[in-house]
């Protein structure tokens, strides 16, 4: 057999070159090569990681990694977005799981040092919960109309997880509307808030209706700040506020959704945009319906959301809270 030539032998022992460190370079550029880390805005053993678990069973399989989560309350969810904006790296890997009706609120009233959308960007939304106001089953309030009447005789005590809530805004344009007075008592949480009305702490609560239901044993839903309650069934046909009144209120719903840094967006475009692909695949996944019911939230609340969606959301948030800015600054915890 003929000598291979220096230039074939080169040649050849380039490919082979190349060959071996063909892995090498895939894995180096694969994403995601490590556990994505994902910061929440509210306590530990809440619906937000209930709901963002049960949607990482099946978003994690899809990038083949695990997610860790970190949990940081306080200010009305503040302390967690700065936490995410300033102590965490903009590569990608880091996520937040968030309530944007609430926490969009939070940052129009306390205009925190971070800026929205140039810091972060909502990218999948999970789910729309409509805000209800609720009280016990066997309180007196057995109608709307009855908490109603009672507050035009003295202030009411209303349970709300923070003062920066769609739900604090329905109560407080409720009552600015007919001329009742209902004092927010904040709780730090949807449990803690259903907690204070289970031990009469509080006279009622108002908070997103998915929790609420999920105790419709003990709970009952009075109304829903929304022109149609979508969950007529699991709430004894609850009506909508506005029906009952004559008002003209907003609807008042809460979106969980992921968020990312900005800059991660422009700096790793192809991390982005496998991050979008398959959080949208999850949702055609029947077996996620199943492990979202799992949490007690009734899966008609499952609405997936993209990017655009969001901010639209976000920014009509921010829209809200200035237009009832007043109300909601001048309640304090009773």
């Known amino acids: 057999m003929k000598p291979a030539s220096h230039s074939r032998r080169r040649l050849l022992a380039g490919a082979g070159a190349a060959l071996a460190l063909g892995p090498l370079r895939a894995g180096a550029q694969a994403f995601p090569s490590k556990n994505m880390r994902v910061v929440i805005p509210t306590g530990q053993g809440g619906g937000a990681e209930r709901l963002a678990r049960a949607f990482d069973n099946f978003w994690g399989p899809m990038l083949k990694t695990n997610f860790e989560y970190s949990f940081f309350a306080g200010a009305a969810g503040q302390v967690g977005y700065e936490v995410f904006i300033n102590k965490r790296e903009k590569d990608a890997y880091n996520l937040l799981f968030g309530n944007m009706g609430p926490e969009m609120i939070m940052y129009a009233l306390q205009k925190p040092a971070y800026r929205f959308p140039q810091d972060l960007q909502y990218f999948c939304r999970t789910d729309i919960d409509d805000s209800v ?76 209706i998915a929790g609420v239901v999920t105790q419709r044993e003990q709970m009952k839903v009075l109304g829903v700040f929304n022109d149609q309650n979508a969950l007529a069934s699991y709430s004894d046909n609850a009506p909508p506020i506005n029906a009952v009144f004559g008002t003209k209120l907003p609807d008042l719903s809460s979106s969980r959704s992921w968020a990312i840094h900005t800059e991660a967006i422009e700096k790793f475009p192809d991390r982005f945009a496998l991050l979008e692909k398959t959080s949208k695949q999850v949702f055609d996944n029947p077996k996620y319906k199943e492990e979202y019911a799992k949490t007690g939230a009734p899966v008609e609340t499952i609405q997936y959301g993209d990017r655009e969606l969001c901010t639209r959301y976000a920014r009509g948030m921010v829209e809200l809270a200035n237009e009832y800015r007043s109300l909601l600054t001048a309640k304090k915890k009773g």
């Open 133 to 208: 106001v609720f009280a016990l089953r066997k309180s007196k309030f057995t109608r709307v109309e009855d908490l109603v009447a009672e507050a035009k005789k003295r202030p009411v005590n209303v349970a709300v997880s923070r003062l920066p809530h769609p739900a604090s805004i329905g109560m407080l344009a409720l009552g600015a509307a007919v001329g009742a007075k209902f004092n927010l008592i904040p709780y730090g949480g949807g449990n803690p808030t259903m907690v204070a009305v289970l031990n009469g702490e509080a006279d009622c609560g108002a908070l997103p």
